[in-house]
């Protein structure tokens, strides 16, 4: 499906370190100098989901192949990268590719890491970023509206309706809005996508904080969470140290018992590629047989010929109806069977919309 998520942050606040964590390798180097990342780096990391688990159980599937997400670790960037400042243009270009943004933020203390601005701020640091794509997306728009505005005023209805967003865009952007936070008609959405705007993209901040303090946070992370709050957006505390010591455990109860000693519950790189799925508007359904148990990634409010798509172009070619049965019925009554004999499997059409966790059959003919 291609929903790419970018990481990015200020030079030095580990951002690499994490990307190391997600993808449990180390092909994203790590130095305590700015720009030790310079091309992206990208990886795709499967989304953790305990439902597969207990679906291959019950269908005794030889494989589980769970649903996945890309990362991309995007150079740090620093104050003037609107300008092509540091490695500005190259790092604004790589954003324009992601879906979506985790916002890495340093909430530790450390006098052997340097801080490009001499000191830990980590709600400084977020306007230093923020400001610089506000400053782009100003930009875009304006050389948008220069493109279009004479022939808009001439009477062309559809580009007279086009500068209308985009001068919308541009009051908000300059009052300081982001683009996420304008509000837009449904029939304009298309026009305000068409500048790939971004500040329109959706974002979660990762506060990474020091080992001894990434059960309960610290004073910087609750600075955050107060811009966060304001934002109305959503916060995820790390240790980026301690995932990546945990990305590194094979075993699995050797993992469990270090985030017990740690005060942890499970692993914030758990939360923060769920927290990134739910970012995209992403919901997953199954198929289940003994061949393979398999999550797939469907946007919310996909109908069941889209869902076809995702396993093979000519299922949605094709599609005839779909055997749908809830994640719910599935394991209540013991898999395909047992749901059929309590009369929980549902035939449905082309307009049926899909839910989360639907176990999905395809009826097709090419």
């Given amino acids: 499906m291609g929903f790419k998520t970018g990481i990015v942050g200020l030079p030095n606040v ?66 003037g990268a609107s300008r092509g400042e540091g490695l500005g243009n190259k790092f604004l270009a790589n954003i324009r590719e992601c879906d979506a943004i985790i916002h890495v933020l340093r909430c530790f203390q450390d006098s052997e890491v340097t801080h490009v601005s001499g000191k830990v701020d980590p709600v400084a640091d977020a306007e230093i970023i923020e400001t610089e794509l506000l400053l782009a997306d100003l930009e875009t728009v304006e050389k948008k509206i220069a493109s279009i505005e004479k022939k808009a005023n001439s009477g062309d209805k559809n580009l007279k309706k086009s500068l209308r967003v985009f001068e919308k865009i541009l009051k908000g952007i300059s009052d300081g809005a982001h683009a996420r936070a304008i509000t837009f008609e449904e029939e304009d959405i298309s026009i305000v996508n068409s500048l790939q705007l971004l500040t329109s993209k959706p974002i979660l901040y990762v506060c990474n904080v020091s080992e001894s303090t990434a059960a309960q946070g610290n004073e910087f992370s609750s600075k955050v969470q107060e811009l966060v709050n304001f934002r109305k957006a959503k916060m995820v505390i790390i240790s980026a140290v301690i995932e990546e010591e945990i990305s590194k455990l094979e075993d699995y109860n050797d993992a469990r018992l270090f985030l017990e000693d740690l005060g942890l519950e499970e692993p914030g790189l758990n939360r923060i590629i769920s927290s990134g799925y739910n970012l995209l508007n992403l919901q997953t359904f199954f198929t289940v047989g003994p061949k393979e148990a398999r999550a797939w990634t469907i946007p919310k ?20 109806r779909a055997e749908i049965i809830s994640y719910e019925d599935y394991i209540k009554y013991d898999g395909e069977q047992g749901a059929k004999e309590a009369g929980k499997m549902k035939i449905e059409g082309k307009s049926y919309l899909v839910h989360e966790g639907d176990i999905i059959h395809v009826l097709f003919n090419l």
């Fill in 301 to 320: 409010g996909a109908l069941a010929p889209q869902a076809a798509g995702r396993i093979h172009s000519d299922f949605e070619k094709g599609f005839i």
């Fill in 14 to 79: 580990g951002k690499s370190t994490l990307f190391n964590a997600l993808t449990r390798t180390s092909s994203a180097q790590t130095a305590n100098f700015p720009f030790c990342t310079i091309d992206p780096n990208v990886g795709e990391v499967p989304v953790p989901d305990e439902r597969l688990q207990k679906l291959s159980k019950i269908a005794s599937s030889k494989v589980i192949i769970p649903t996945k997400m890309t990362f991309v670790d995007i150079a740090g960037l620093v104050r």
